[in-house]
């Protein structure tokens, strides 16, 4: 198994299954391996073989717009498909599964972190994209989500997960998670929502250079905006009120809530945990991550149990960004307006998270002192 850092290589799979997908593709569509899917705009684009190749192209984008641009006949996916394939072994049947894990979010909670580091369990087999099925697709219905999407052909004792942040806060979503696959188990990753918003604020940035400050963002925005939507990056850190739907449809036993500051400083506990949650067998050791001074983060390595052939995979780029500095008042301000919420929060999971305290950003600030005094 390999792990795709962010807009690195993808799992590209080896001939045989390449083969089985697209007679597979062939299967459900109704179309000869000569024919092309029509594009958006109703036009022939490529042969179907091509389309399977867009579909490995080791570049994220050609993927996500060959999705996009596919115009398959819906009722085509309604036909129960025989999907598997033997193994190399000739020892076991793989199929496509519906995945029986799902990380719905915190967007910039450390998600990625999260589903690499389960990557690394030879039971789990990671879905490398982000699905958005549940929020953008679900009309496709769930044999597209399973085959079309390429879901990856699995043993019965493999798990495959998949991850999409923005489900967290998609209304509607854990309802259709819930009936769609219900046996799922779902895990949540969650940071203190004040380094959450600046990281997401971050990740704006490196996209938008000319994004207009934080502060403005913050303070001033929301209220010349009063009557259109406030900043969208704040909202999401209101997590208690995200939280309720989900646990008006899912038992608490069937949700594991993270702490993405724990899964920066020591993956291997949380890990461990996670594998007990999902009745996995234990396999993952503090010896799986090694800490690169330059990525400034605990990194997994490949092959722990021999040193001499260890190579660590770092996430990408987009993954441990340096943050700017925003100043100690405004960070005091967005705590004071978090911390209510936080505590109603840890009451809904029964987790102290113990996330920094208003006062805390202002200890080394001179304006800190006319602020407590007032
Ligand atoms: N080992 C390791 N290496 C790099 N980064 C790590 C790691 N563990 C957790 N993180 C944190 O993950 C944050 C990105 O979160 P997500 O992957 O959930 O982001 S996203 O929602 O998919 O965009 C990312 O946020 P930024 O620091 O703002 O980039 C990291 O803090």
Known sequence: MCWAGNGATLAVPNDKERDHRISLLVNITGLSAGDGFKNADGNRSSNNKKYINTIYSTDNNNFNNS?????IPNNSFNNSINNSIINNNNTETLTSKLPQVIIAGVKKGGTKALLSFLDLHPHVRAFRFESHFFDKHFNKGLEWYRLVYQMPLTSSSELTIEKTPSYFVTPGVPRRIREGIPNVKIIL????????????????????????????HAFLRSKRERNKRSWKA????????????WLEVFDRSDMYFMSGE???TDPAYELQKVEKFLNLKPFIKREHFVFNAKKGFLCPVINATDITTTRMKCLGDSKGRSHPQIHPISLFRISSFYHPLNLIFYQMTGINFNWTEP??????????????QN
């Open 67 to 71: 999705i996009n641009n596919k115009n």
């Open 234 to 245: 704040l909202d999401i850190g209101i997590y208690h009120k995200h939280l309720q739907r």
């Open 359 to 372: 006062s805390n950003y202002l200890q080394h600030s001179t304006a800190s002192k006319l602020i407590l």
């Open 189 to 216: 990753v969650f940071k203190d929502p004040i380094t959450r918003l600046v990281s997401d604020y971050t990740q704006t940035m490196s996209k938008y250079p000319n994004i207009r400050s934080f502060y403005y």
């Open 262 to 264: 724990t899964l920066i």
